[in-house]
């Protein structure tokens, strides 16, 4: 039987045959080469990937413990071999030649040069031996600059071009074009040195007509462009009617951005409710145009158009429409410098304009005129005083703080409590003997105890008994907090005193004696004494007890985290446990805490005193007994109270600001526009800083601004800040206080 002729079976459907697969592997794109992925050759869709030789990492090789294998033997070669090959997108990425070069053209369109030389930079890259030639941009060429040759692979001597072929002081034709190569950057001739080609010397740039005019035109060449001008020729030029000396443009170069600001106000009747509002009033000495500016103040309830009157000439009297066909008026007519003074009230645009202050550039001017302007004048309104009603008089239902809260607010919430008062003052009574005032002959002998609660104000009453009296005894007012009638206030500590008449409830007494407590009380004499050396103990030991680590502790009773307790702080730890010592307790006992006595306790310090002593041969060592002494202690511990005070306040003051202007971009040229319509000049002051704050709505106290300026720019005058390094020492050290823990 003859073979079938596959070739022979017309292709198409139901005559194909099916043929059997010789081999079922699936093909590898990809293979690894010195740990770096590449296509193989067979059924790349692309060409094959350059290599380059790089030298063979020790790693690599494999040498076994025995000495010399078989395998070894069989390879000498390649165990031999220094250097292997890489792909030249992954050994030299980013490696790229750079040459400067010239190039002559032809100019055919004038008659006052015949050629113009054209400077390029050429940039040849490893990677893929591909190049391109940018052309350097010059001002006022008249011709089209910028990428000369897109980066591909160019045609060379030799085929492509390759780096060989590029050498200072060669010629480079690319496409019809001969570019002759000046000099390379200095890593350029570092790679050719390395291949042991050592680039020539650096040409000078040739130099044609056009760039000859441009080096004259700027003052490098000795020829000068114009004939200089004397006094005769303007004198001439002046007689036959002509000339360039122009009045205004001279006033304009000498004193361009020269401006004089008067802060003024006007009291406007027009409205309902009596406005006075303030302005200011910008001359320009440039060309004695003026501007009128409306400082609108925060939340007026006027449309922000801060132009009261646009910039230009401004006539005397009355504002009136000029007409084409009107005549323009004189000078005379137009404001001048002259008509602005402090304390006086010129009349624009129909309004009369109280001026009250001007900024220091005005004041400088008018000095070296030979006019004093007088000091600022006060223009502030008296703030609106208010009427605030009477407080209705307490009707006897529920507590006072009760019926206080329907006061204050439409809809009362239940009265808080003083815990720290209550804390404080837990269990203090005072008592006080009394008898009814000018009673009746059946009540003189009768006797009544109050007792006032420290604590929360009450008071109570109650009547001993008596023998033979006749008349119920007991209690006689229910604790609780009662109005004194003779004030018409609540009752204070300042109301029992001895020979005092109160009034409760239509009743009155006459305050007779008090007993030994309150007397000592009143006078200041009653202060619990405790054992310091016992209450030092009982503390370390609570402290351990209530946390495993000293760390915990310590985090405990640092309120704000600063790494140090100070004299508020380490008291509140003493309040926690109950004793209520003194001042001078306290700080006796806090300086046993501080080993270095320098007003405040570190976490170091904190430990030493915490926690015991380890196993060593002074372990018997008995700790030294409680100074008594506290010297100028207290001095330290309210210094460092008060630098902590304020540290936290520049701290927050810097934050503060911090977020004005770095989280809000729009503010920081806000900002600048602020300062430059506040002044001319580069510095500003720190009321200035505040000022612009508060325009853009930022209200900041002018204590918190100098905490700011002097945090982002130590010794700095607050007077003369430059508000541009200002702005930017903000941006920058935004990120350097840490977040609040």
């Given at each position: 039987?003859?073979?079938?002729?596959?070739?022979?079976?017309?292709?198409?459907?139901?005559?194909?045959?099916?043929?059997?697969?010789?081999?079922?592997?699936?093909?590898?794109?990809?293979?690894?080469?010195?740990?770096?992925?590449?296509?193989?050759?067979?059924?790349?869709?692309?060409?094959?990937?350059?290599?380059?030789?790089?030298?063979?990492?020790?790693?690599?090789?494999?040498?076994?413990?025995?000495?010399?294998?078989?395998?070894?033997?069989?390879?000498?070669?390649?165990?031999?071999?220094?250097?292997?090959?890489?792909?030249?997108?992954?050994?030299?990425?980013?490696?790229?030649?750079?040459?400067?070069?010239?190039?002559?053209?032809?100019?055919?369109?004038?008659?006052?040069?015949?050629?113009?030389?054209?400077?390029?930079?050429?940039?040849?890259?490893?990677?893929?031996?591909?190049?391109?030639?940018?052309?350097?941009?010059?001002?006022?060429?008249?011709?089209?600059?910028?990428?000369?040759?897109?980066?591909?692979?160019?045609?060379?001597?030799?085929?492509?071009?390759?780096?060989?072929?590029?050498?200072?002081?060669?010629?480079?034709?690319?496409?019809?074009?001969?570019?002759?190569?000046?000099?390379?950057?200095?890593?350029?001739?570092?790679?050719?040195?390395?291949?042991?080609?050592?680039?020539?010397?650096?040409?000078?740039?040739?130099?044609?007509?056009?760039?000859?005019?441009?080096?004259?035109?700027?003052?490098?060449?000795?020829?000068?462009?114009?004939?200089?001008?004397?006094?005769?020729?303007?004198?001439?030029?002046?007689?036959?009617?002509?000339?360039?000396?122009?009045?205004?443009?001279?006033?304009?170069?000498?004193?361009?951005?020269?401006?004089?600001?008067?802060?003024?106000?006007?009291?406007?009747?027009?409205?309902?409710?009596?406005?006075?509002?303030?302005?200011?009033?910008?001359?320009?000495?440039?060309?004695?145009?003026?501007?009128?500016?409306?400082?609108?103040?925060?939340?007026?309830?006027?449309?922000?158009?801060?132009?009261?009157?646009?910039?230009?000439?401004?006539?005397?009297?009355?504002?009136?429409?000029?007409?084409?066909?009107?005549?323009?008026?004189?000078?005379?007519?137009?404001?001048?410098?002259?008509?602005?003074?402090?304390?006086?009230?010129?009349?624009?645009?129909?309004?009369?304009?109280?001026?009250?202050?001007?900024?220091?550039?005005?004041?400088?001017?008018?000095?070296?005129?030979?006019?004093?302007?007088?000091?600022?004048?006060?223009?502030?309104?008296?703030?609106?005083?208010?009427?605030?009603?009477?407080?209705?008089?307490?009707?006897?239902?529920?507590?006072?703080?009760?019926?206080?809260?329907?006061?204050?607010?439409?809809?009362?919430?239940?009265?808080?409590?003083?815990?720290?008062?209550?804390?404080?003052?837990?269990?203090?009574?005072?008592?006080?003997?009394?008898?009814?005032?000018?009673?009746?002959p059946e009540d003189a002998d009768r006797l009544f105890i109050l007792n006032y609660h420290v604590f929360d104000d009450t008071l109570s009453i109650h009547e001993p008994p008596q023998r033979n009296m006749g008349i119920m005894t007991g209690k006689f007012l229910e604790k609780g907090i009662h109005l004194n009638q003779e004030t018409g206030r609540l009752f204070q500590m300042e109301d029992f005193l001895p020979g005092k008449i109160i009034k409760v409830y239509n009743r009155e007494f006459e305050i007779l004696d008090m007993d030994e407590y309150t007397r000592k009380y009143l006078d200041g004499g009653v202060q619990r004494h405790f054992d310091l050396e016992a209450v030092l103990q009982k503390l370390r030991e609570g402290m351990r007890q209530q946390y495993p680590l000293a760390r915990d502790i310590f985090r405990k009773f640092d309120a704000d985290h600063d790494g140090v307790l100070t004299k508020t702080e380490f008291k509140n730890a003493l309040i926690k446990w109950g004793f209520q010592v003194?001042?001078?307790?306290?700080?006796?006992?806090?300086?046993?805490?501080?080993?270095?006595?320098?007003?405040?306790?570190?976490?170091?310090?904190?430990?030493?005193?915490?926690?015991?002593?380890?196993?060593?041969?002074?372990?018997?060592?008995?700790?030294?007994?409680?100074?008594?002494?506290?010297?100028?202690?207290?001095?330290?511990?309210?210094?460092?109270?008060?630098?902590?005070?304020?540290?936290?306040?520049?701290?927050?003051?810097?934050?503060?600001?911090?977020?004005?202007?770095?989280?809000?971009?729009?503010?920081?040229?806000?900002?600048?526009?602020?300062?430059?319509?506040?002044?001319?000049?580069?510095?500003?002051?720190?009321?200035?800083?505040?000022?612009?704050?508060?325009?853009?709505?930022?209200?900041?106290?002018?204590?918190?601004?100098?905490?700011?300026?002097?945090?982002?720019?130590?010794?700095?005058?607050?007077?003369?800040?430059?508000?541009?390094?200002?702005?930017?020492?903000?941006?920058?050290?935004?990120?350097?206080?840490?977040?609040?823990?």
């Amino acid at each position: 039987m003859e073979a079938l002729d596959v070739s022979a079976i017309p292709n198409l459907p139901g005559f194909s045959v099916r043929t059997k697969k010789k081999n079922y592997g699936r093909c590898h794109t990809f293979q690894m080469v010195n740990g770096v992925r590449i296509e193989q050759s067979e059924g790349m869709t692309f060409d094959k990937p350059k290599f380059v030789k790089v030298p063979l990492s020790l790693d690599t090789k494999r040498v076994g413990s025995m000495g010399a294998t078989t395998v070894q033997e069989d390879f000498k070669d390649h165990v031999k071999a220094e250097v292997t090959e890489a792909p030249a997108w992954d050994v030299l990425d980013r490696h790229v030649l750079r040459f400067y070069g010239q190039f002559q053209e032809s100019v055919v369109e004038t008659n006052l040069e015949n050629f113009r030389i054209r400077h390029c930079v050429i940039m040849y890259y490893l990677e893929d031996d591909t190049c391109h030639i940018t052309e350097r941009k010059v001002e006022n060429s008249g011709m089209p600059q910028g990428q000369l040759l897109r980066r591909h692979r160019c045609p060379g001597p030799n085929g492509y071009l390759n780096w060989e072929d590029l050498r200072v002081g060669g010629e480079l034709h690319v496409y019809g074009r001969v570019i002759q190569i000046l000099d390379c950057d200095e890593w350029t001739r570092n790679f050719f040195s390395q291949q042991g080609q050592e680039q020539e010397e650096a040409l000078e740039p040739a130099m044609d007509s056009f760039a000859e005019t441009q080096f004259e035109i700027g003052g490098g060449g000795r020829k000068k462009v114009h004939q200089p001008r004397s006094y005769e020729t303007v004198y001439r030029e002046q007689r036959m009617g002509g000339g360039h000396i122009n009045a205004n443009m001279q006033q304009f170069m000498e004193w361009d951005r020269k401006v004089c600001r008067f802060y003024a106000v006007f009291d406007d009747l027009s409205t309902p409710q009596f406005e006075r509002r303030p302005f200011e009033i910008l001359y320009f000495l440039a060309d004695d145009t003026v501007e009128i500016k409306e400082k609108y103040p925060l939340n007026c309830g006027r449309d922000p158009f801060p132009i009261f009157f646009r910039r230009g000439k401004l006539a005397h009297g009355q504002a009136k429409v000029m007409g084409p066909l009107d005549r323009e008026r004189k000078k005379d007519e137009m404001i001048g410098l002259q008509d602005f003074e402090i304390g006086g009230s010129p009349e624009l645009l129909g309004q009369r304009f109280f001026i009250y202050d001007a900024d220091a550039f005005t004041r400088q001017y008018y000095a070296q005129l030979g006019i004093a302007l007088a000091e600022a004048v006060d223009v502030r309104l008296p703030e609106r005083t208010v009427p605030r009603p009477k407080t209705p008089p307490y009707t006897g239902y529920g507590t006072w703080d009760d019926s206080m809260g329907s006061v204050h607010t439409l809809m009362p919430k239940p009265p808080k409590k003083d815990q720290v008062k209550l804390f404080e003052h837990e269990g203090k009574i005072l008592r006080f003997t009394a008898q009814i005032y000018k009673a009746k002959p059946e009540d003189a002998d009768r006797l009544f105890i109050l007792n006032y609660h420290v604590f929360d104000d009450t008071l109570s009453i109650h009547e001993p008994p008596q023998r033979n009296m006749g008349i119920m005894t007991g209690k006689f007012l229910e604790k609780g907090i009662h109005l004194n009638q003779e004030t018409g206030r609540l009752f204070q500590m300042e109301d029992f005193l001895p020979g005092k008449i109160i009034k409760v409830y239509n009743r009155e007494f006459e305050i007779l004696d008090m007993d030994e407590y309150t007397r000592k009380y009143l006078d200041g004499g009653v202060q619990r004494h405790f054992d310091l050396e016992a209450v030092l103990q009982k503390l370390r030991e609570g402290m351990r007890q209530q946390y495993p680590l000293a760390r915990d502790i310590f985090r405990k009773f640092d309120a704000d985290h600063d790494g140090v307790l100070t004299k508020t702080e380490f008291k509140n730890a003493l309040i926690k446990w109950g004793f209520q010592v003194t001042e001078e307790e306290a700080l006796l006992i806090m300086k046993a805490f501080d080993s270095r006595k320098d007003g405040q306790i570190s976490y170091n310090e904190f430990c030493d005193c915490l926690i015991d002593e380890d196993y060593t041969n002074a372990m018997m060592k008995v700790r030294p007994k409680l100074d008594q002494d506290v010297g100028n202690y207290p001095d330290l511990a309210q210094t460092k109270l008060e630098e902590r005070d304020e540290r936290e306040k520049i701290r927050s003051a810097v934050k503060a600001i911090g977020d004005v202007i770095y989280k809000h971009n729009t503010n920081f040229m806000r900002l600048l526009k602020e300062f430059a319509h506040l002044t001319h000049e580069n510095t500003v002051g720190c009321e200035q800083i505040t000022k612009a704050l508060n325009t853009i709505g930022q209200s900041f106290s002018l204590e918190d601004v100098q905490r700011c300026v002097a945090y982002v720019l130590p010794d700095v005058d607050f007077e003369q800040v430059e508000y541009v390094a200002f702005l930017k020492a903000v941006v920058s050290s935004f990120h350097d206080l840490s977040a609040s823990r």
